[in-house]
């Protein structure tokens, strides 16, 4: 609980309606979309409307002492906006204006508290696509996606959130306010702070205004479902499609479990009987979408396919892209509880990753089902289960260790688009060594010297 | 002078070949490409063969006390490579071998010393293309480029030198290694400190391995000159081309001063009379450069070109861009010393970007000829000169100053690529105002307290 003096001070700055003290509003507050995790309530939301109220904020925060817990929709995945030792929560959701978008220099402005879809159809209007597509499009900020550098569909073409911010305003622990970067795609002037604070989930600064690059829409698009009998020539076909050159801009996996699942959800076609089946879009001007369409067809004959099929119309094409929308939500119906991880590895291994995977659920008796962004090595194995049957949980750790452990070994990372929060921060040696650790908390006490902002989420105290 | 004691460590560690303090060796290690900067000889020059030598040599930096700066090839723009406070110069030409060129995740890994055009003719056999082209391609290393980021002509459609850095291994002001990425497109593990030293200029730690992204080659191209009379109608057509959804490889400027002194150097046939060229180069799939060199020769029309010329083969495309390769070699033939500057604006300021520099050479009485990537706002205006004349020279600064302020008021930056160094530290106040400075000041100081990294580079001691 806050002293009444704090609350006063924080209402002076943002005005009443934004300052949130009733248990009954706090409750909502107190996690985010990860399964199996820590709550706290925290003392107290802000809902700020520029960056001189964030920037106030902030100062309220030194001066008490107060740790301060940026969010946006909540929708995040490792735990990341919960705030582990209560005090402030900052919701950016007040902030929430396109700001421009600029035609010429294929930019966008925005604030935080943007819905990603509502700034793709804002752009759509002009020809344009803000490419990156977490699964959580229609609802997550862009804040949000900024601070967790968030991935999606089209990483493989396309690249992630991490390759579309070109500049950032954002307020430090100390309140003070930096601007970086701009809308040259040139631009090497100092370090790269708009890069370091992408991906760094609110634990270095509050980022209170975006600028991004926009490319132009692709004129066409085509997608097509291979059907495979054998796991092994689904992910060896990965391999062949880059190895002709061709880079589709999704290219997506789900194996029997997730199928099976699906198909009982949506009832859209599937075929139950396969092993796994690939998912592929490839867009651009028509002339291209149609030899890549064709030569995808001939690798996946090549490599074993046992059926392809090419959707003929949109209504084919969306019916492809709603099953493995769909993926996640059906196998979340199966089991109270979805342990959705998303190590990742260099596509090349994908293959050994999914028989690891498949090994690994043999080895703790658990219910996985595996599906996720194949093209660019990134698997969403999903451990069905309960949190209430701990013996259950405790197999599930060591299952996911594991699976840690063999991402690591194949070349990979722990986190490919969830990001590192509360729940992988223990993990990090084990990519980084204690001399990689030691750098990312050189850089955090340097921003941060007391762990004001999002405390608890990537780089921790040292005990 | 060092002791005869600490050349002798170096020698154990190294080798003695590895290890020159004679003055004659060591004088050409006083200077890079940059025009009229200070000069200072090096007490050592060290070349390690390995990782593990190179944080050996920081060990023995760290007992002595001694600066250590980083040097691939030396052709720095911004004094990035001298050896301001003596102490020891790294070579790292030693450590100049390509790694490895994965054709199934896309990837190669070299050491920091290879030449960026050796790397593109070994991945070529493999029908790949590592896109970062800056204008010293054949003599550059990968290391220095990586560290400076630097762009180039492919800048526009392509990015630049860190869109295309994946991961690499480093080693510290403590000597401590750490790596850092993988060949994962989605990786958010921790902070992104590979961005972080990219374009860090040698200042956070010495890289001595390094990830990038290939792509498969473009399958053909083609390139068209389209000639103005009058250099505004040049660059509104640049904002034209983009507007038109066409993101062209290469879009090249050079205005009439350049095109003359060219001309006259390579007798390639270009248009004396003009007042500015667009320089325009399309790739990909056949059908897609058909198309896409049709519009832009139509737009080139519609916005007031008075020719518009299309290679026809590849011997006219080579003299096209012979021609533009030739403008800074051609231009500092004119005069003793070229200042070449590379501050960058967003395309869509192009057109007040050249008048302001016209402006400005007409002001200080001054010969600017300006050329550069105009797609993507990053021009030269060079500053055709002598260092002898001190009175000359003092309406330079003077330009320069006002050229910086004019770029960053467009909304640009100080520098595209060229890289802050030496030339451009005392100008970031300008851009990032105190707070961003105090910002880099940080970091710098949290990774390198001593400042033993490439001191006097862009973050300077507080005085």
Redesign the interface.
Known sequence: MLSESILRELREVLGGKNVLSETEDLLTYAYDATAAMRRKTPDVVVAPKSTEEVSQVLNIAQKYGLPVYPRGSGTNLSGGTIPLEGGIVLSLLNMNRILEV??????ATVQPGVIIQDLNNEVALH?LLYPPDPGTVTTATMGGSVS????GLR??KY??T??YVMGMKLV?ADG?????G????????????T??F???EGT?GIITEILVKL??APETRKSLLGVFDDVDKAGRAI?AI??N???PATLEIMDNMTLRTVENFTHAGLPIEAEAVLLIEVD??K??VE?EAALVEDVLQQEGAVEVKVAKDEQERERIWFARRSALPALAQKKPTTVLEDA?????KIPEMLKAIREIAKKYDLLIGTFG?AG???LHPTILTDERDKEEMARVEKAVDEIFQVAISL??????????GIA?AKY?PL???E??V???R??K???DPEYRLNPGK?VLRKE
Request: proline share 2%; aromatic share 4%.
């Open positions: 600029d035609t010429e220099n294929l930019t020809g967790e550098s968030s991935g990483g493989l690249g992630v991490k390759h430090l003070k306010v930096i601007k970086w701009g809308k040259t795609v040139k631009n090497v002037t100092g370090y790269d702070l890069a370091l992408t991906g760094a270095l490319i132009p391999s880059i190895r050159r061709i880079i651009g001007y002339e291209v030899r990742t590895v260099p596509r090349s962004h660019d090595g990134n070349g990979g990372t722990l986190s490919g688009e969830h990001g590192i992988k990090l990519e980084f060594g001399a990689g030691r750098t990312l050189r850089i006490e340097a921003l990537i």
